[in-house]
């Protein structure tokens, strides 16, 4: 219960802009080195940040899959093996890196992202549906997997041969409801909004501080030189 | 009466609409994009066209309700920066050029109401992903032949793949699969629209 409450005080300490200047730095040094050792120490630096803000299930989970992932793309491409294709083993460790701080980015409360994020010159509305994406996403994952219950229940996946001849209704019947629960939702977050003043024309005052402190100015200096030197690695 | 397409900008409700219908085309194009991803051929030529047939029931769910210019704009935008997020931060500029486009064939009144513009907004969004997609690929491409050819991989398997990657009849072929997908998943997502959304007075 500690150790959650700590994890909850360590991510809303971070500023969002933060966490997004490490998400950049991660999509250069995926995109600009061409070696694994550069690519392998930035994702293992990653690492190290997920974990000392407490994800460590998430960061070993990651971290093991990408270890995973170049040890097959090693072994296969040295012994000519096809399967699973080298190519999805290229894209799975190049895009975990990217990924890890955008997990982060994700922890961070949507009220403490809104407000960071405000001070980035993006245009109000687009930054606006890119939270609500972020926060919307697990929602919408839960609301899949209630669908496919209800789908199982009512027999309608009792067996492949019977998804395989009726795709489309299949289709029908796991989209209409995921999108009827969908709106509602949105409806209700959008009733809340509305409630708590977000159309409101004056300049929005939010309860986290929004500012880069001396953490911030640490990880995105570090971040920055690391990205450089994984780059020429 | 029915609204016309309005020239003012989104409400919060429209703001929700979108990140809700993007949320659940996006999460499906990651499912398609993994599963199709170990079979070169089917990911490069299939997978756009597969997003585009079901993202269709979305788009047109969301283009309907909020039936506002601008929306298949921000669409394609959205799409083009999480790419960027995602590592593929080359990709914004062409994204937002697809969007430019995209957006660009919705002009005129109640466009975002009607099945045969909508059909042909989503269409070019749609082969517009497709390319998009063919570009990641030809960047992998580079680091993975490297390394493949040091290390003693088929030079015929290599070549074989490579030709597919590049050649531009194949590309156009991809891109006739994609409008072809996209157009049938406009129409299933309209009959969709009438059977189940109309009705129940969730879209206009």
Known sequence: MTGEKEKQRRI??????????????????????????GHGIFTFWIFLILCWF???????????VYLLAIVGLILETKYQISFPSPLLLSMVYKLLLPAMPAYLLAKIPSGKLTASLRKIPIPARIMLVLIVMLRFAPTVLHEFGEVKEAMKIRGFLKS?????????????????????????????????????????????????????????????????????????? | MGKTTEKQSFGIRDIMTIAAMMVICFIITMIIGSVTLPFPVVYL?????????????FYLVAANRVNKHGLLFAWA????????????????????????????????????????????????NCIGNFVGCAVPLWWAWDSYQEMAVNSGF??????????????????????????????????????????????AGIVG
């Open chain 1, 12 to 37: 809303e300490k971070i500023d969002g802009r933060t966490v997004l200047f490490l998400t950049v730095c991660a999509c250069i040094v995926t995109f600009l080195s061409m070696g694994f050792v």
């Open chain 1, 54 to 64: 407490g994800l460590y299930k998430q960061a070993a989970g990651c971290f093991g």
């Open chain 1, 160 to 233: 492949v041969g019977n998804v395989l001849r009726h795709p489309m209704d299949t289709m029908e019947y796991a989209i209409v409801p995921m999108v009827f629960r969908s709106l509602k939702i949105a409806d209700e977050l959008a009733a809340s909004a509305i409630v708590r003043g977000i159309e409101s024309p004056c300049k929005k005052e939010s309860y986290y501080v929004s500012r880069i402190a001396a953490l911030d100015w640490f990880l995105m200096a570090v971040s920055a030189g690391a990205a450089v030197c994984c780059c020429v690695l």
């Open chain 2, 45 to 57: 030529y299939g997978s756009a066209g597969i997003d585009g047939f079901i993202g269709a029931i």
């Open chain 2, 77 to 124: 935008a959205i799409y083009g920066l999480i790419q960027g997020v995602m590592g593929y931060m080359f990709l914004i500029p062409y994204f937002l050029v697809v969007a430019l486009i995209a957006e660009l064939t919705m002009i005129g009144k109640d466009t975002y109401r009607n099945p045969v513009r909508n059909r042909i907004g989503w269409t070019i």
């Open chain 2, 154 to 199: 088929d030079a015929d398997t290599l070549s074989m793949q490579f030709s597919m990657a590049t050649s531009p009849a194949l590309m156009i072929l991809g891109a006739v699969i994609t409008a072809v997908l996209a157009i049938l998943g406009t129409l299933f997502g309209q009959r969709l629209l009438r059977k189940h959304f109309q009705k």
